[in-house]
T-cell receptor, first 114, second 115 residues
Framework: DSGVTQTPKHLITATGQRVTLRCSPRSGDLSVYWYQQSLDQGLQFLIQYYNGEERAKGNILERFSAQQFPDLHSELNLSSLELGDSALYFC?????????????FGPGTRLTVL | AQKVTQAQTEISVVEKEDVTLDCVYETRDTTYYLFWYKQPPSGELVFLIRRNSFDEQNEISGRYSWNFQKSTSSFNFTITASQVVDSAVYFCALTSSGGYQKVTFGTGTKLQVIP
């Protein structure tokens, strides 16, 4: 158990809808990272937040947004969902703001868009 | 543009055999980091190792070892005396440190260790 929690575990929704994925980092970790793993695109880094501020941006679509709250949990919002957004979404956390330091991953949220 | 190639899609070995997972990368950056991650059947990603471009020392951690060779742009991962618990998908990744973070993952190698 990495100490990173993600909810929900599974999410099934329809095209055009909006969903919110939630991540709670390990106690004491200030950085949260979001990743997408899909059959088509493989593993992709989406975005990093550090202590409430956006730190690094990867291949995140404009329809997606994220934020990190004062209690350091993070939410990833996906809107105008398309079939291709079906994927496993991982959250990871680390105690530093450096992307290259060890990250601890949550169990993921599996999103299915029908 | 960055690229990470894991040419081996699937590998099967018998328990106790040694196995090497290949990773070849491309980058124009002089400073970069390479990583290996493990994704067991349970699905969670596990960080295994990080290596920066200035450190070509090989590393050994128990049954795991990593061979970084800049001359061939490779960062290979060897498991010695494989065990069933090593069955997983292994990903190699590359990130540059040019002021913003861009990380590229390989497509993964699925390792099956047969008892």
């Amino acid at each position: 158990d990495s100490g990173v929690t993600q909810t929900p575990k599974h999410l099934i929704t329809a095209t055009g809808q909006r969903v919110t994925l939630r991540c709670s980092p390990r106690s004491g970790d200030l950085s949260v990272y979001w990743y997408q793993q899909s059959l088509d695109q493989g593993l992709q880094f989406l975005i990093q937040y550090y202590n409430g501020e956006e730190r690094a941006k990867g291949n995140i679509l404009e329809r997606f947004s994220a934020q990190q709250f004062p209690d350091l949990h993070s939410e990833l919002n996906l809107s105008s969902l398309e079939l291709g957004d079906s994927a496993l979404y991982f959250c990871a956390s680390s105690d530093s703001g450096r992307f290259v330091d060890e990250q601890f991953f949550g169990p993921g949220t599996r999103l299915t868009v029908l | 543009a960055q690229k990470v190639t894991q040419a081996q899609t699937e590998i099967s070995v018998v328990e106790k055999e040694d196995v090497t997972l290949d990773c070849v990368y491309e980058t124009r950056d002089t400073t970069y980091y390479l990583f290996w991650y493990k994704q067991p059947p349970s699905g969670e990603l596990v960080f295994l190792i990080r290596r920066n471009s200035f450190d070509e020392q090989n590393e050994i951690s128990g049954r795991y070892s990593w061979n970084f060779q800049k001359s061939t742009s490779s960062f290979n991962f060897t498991i010695t005396a494989s065990q069933v618990v090593d069955s997983a998908v292994y990903f190699c990744a590359l990130t540059s440190s040019g002021g913003y973070q861009k990380v590229t993952f390989g497509t993964g190698t699925k390792l099956q260790v047969i008892p």
